[in-house]
């Protein structure tokens, strides 16, 4: 059963603090995505990975820097976090980036900035 | 820019009732996927169609791909408490290097 992880379901930290949100994927996939969901907005992406140590900017990646040391593994990280980062932050992988693959989706993790 | 606009945003139905949700856009997509998600969980593909007119079954769920390619529908009949989530459609437009481009969702609710 292919599988996403996240670290956290729920998370709550202060501005200003540097937060990392981690992803595994155990189904040896090369692309790997970090999104946020928000009411209204549906899912936004942030940054994508094709490779190891490659990375490509979404169409929201302000605030946010990714890294991808592992193949299975692609953490998101907040350098400073504001609480308008306050959202639900789902990874997702996939055999292929284009084409008609499906991406599997972590359960999310749901981050408060207070 | 929304480039897929998704209705209705909320729907709250009794059982046994029928259902449609669109997806709408002025892009054309390569392909088109609809995704369930549950409380607490990721989204979880249902399908996938990339012909033009394409029309996919699902049980009591069916889809259908636009002529165009441009939108697509997700017709639920008769349905139950256990159809209840969140519904997006995804799209991969040409002019966006085959990234996924999501609608808003629609959240539905189905009564006993």
């Known amino acids: 059963d292919v599988k996403v992880t996240q670290s956290s379901r729920y998370l709550v930290k202060r501005t200003g603090e540097k937060v990392f949100l981690e992803c595994v994927q155990d189904m040896d996939h090369e692309n790997m995505f970090w999104y946020r969901q928000d009411p209204g907005l549906g899912l936004r992406l942030i940054y994508f990975s094709y490779d190891v140590k490659m990375k490509e900017k979404g169409d929201i990646p302000e605030g946010y820097s990714v890294s991808r040391e592992k193949k299975e593994r692609f953490s998101l990280i907040l350098e400073s976090a504001s609480t308008n980062q306050t959202s639900m932050y789902l990874c997702?992988?996939?055999?292929?980036?284009?084409?008609?693959?499906?991406?599997?989706f972590g359960p999310g993790t749901r981050l408060t900035v207070l | 820019t929304q480039l897929l606009e998704q209705s209705p945003q909320f729907l709250s139905i009794q059982e046994g009732e029928n259902l449609t949700v669109y997806c709408n856009s002025s892009s054309v997509f390569s392909s088109l996927q609809w995704y369930r998600q549950e409380p607490g969980e990721g989204p979880v593909l249902l399908v996938t169609v990339v012909t033009g007119g394409e029309v996919k079954k699902l049980k009591r769920l069916t889809f259908q791909f636009g002529d165009a390619r441009k939108d697509s529908s997700l017709h639920i009949t008769a349905a139950q408490p256990g159809d209840t989530g969140l519904y997006l459609c995804a799209g991969r437009a040409y002019n966006q290097g085959g990234k996924l481009i999501f609608g808003q969702g629609t959240e539905l609710s189905v009564k006993p």
């Open positions: 997702a992988s996939s055999l292929e980036v284009g084409g008609i693959g499906e991406q599997f």
